[in-house]
């Protein structure tokens, strides 16, 4: 849109030259359009580069409280298989060492 805007320009100032008013008007005009349209754009790659930015941060957050979440849950792992395999041992208050202690042996 740049390149079409200055073009517009050269040819309303050959118009100029030629004593052809209307039409160099008409071309400002139109370059003025191309202008404005290439402004409104830069506007909005602006803010979709600022957008793009947000989700690029959003997605880096979320990866790192998933890695937190995954160690969380891995030492839960851990937690729960040493608590069943202590359940494994027996305990004092097994019945069946309890019935050998009634009955003298140990």
Same mark, same amino acid.
């Given at each position: 849109?740049?390149?079409?805007? =200055?073009?517009?320009? +050269?040819?309303?100032?050959? $118009?100029? *030259?030629?004593?052809?008013? /209307?039409?160099?008007k008409r %071309?400002? !005009? ?21 957008? =793009?930015?947000?989700? +690029?941060?959003?997605?880096? $957050?979320? *990866?790192?409280?998933?890695? /937190?979440?995954?160690?969380? %849950?891995? !030492? ?31």
């Open positions: 849109l740049d390149d079409d805007a =200055k073009y517009m320009y +050269e040819r309303a100032k050959k $118009a100029m *030259e030629a004593n052809n008013e /209307e039409e160099a %071309l400002l !005009r139109q370059r003025q359009n191309m202008q404005d349209k290439l402004k409104a754009t830069l506007i909005l790659c602006s803010e979709e580069k600022k957008r =793009k930015d947000k989700m +690029e941060e959003n997605v880096r $957050a979320l *990866e790192q409280r998933a890695l /937190e979440i995954e160690t969380l %849950l891995n !030492r839960s792992v851990s937690a729960k298989s040493l608590q069943d395999t202590s359940g494994l041992m027996l305990s004092e208050d097994d019945p069946l060492l309890r019935k050998f202690r009634d009955m003298g042996i140990d």
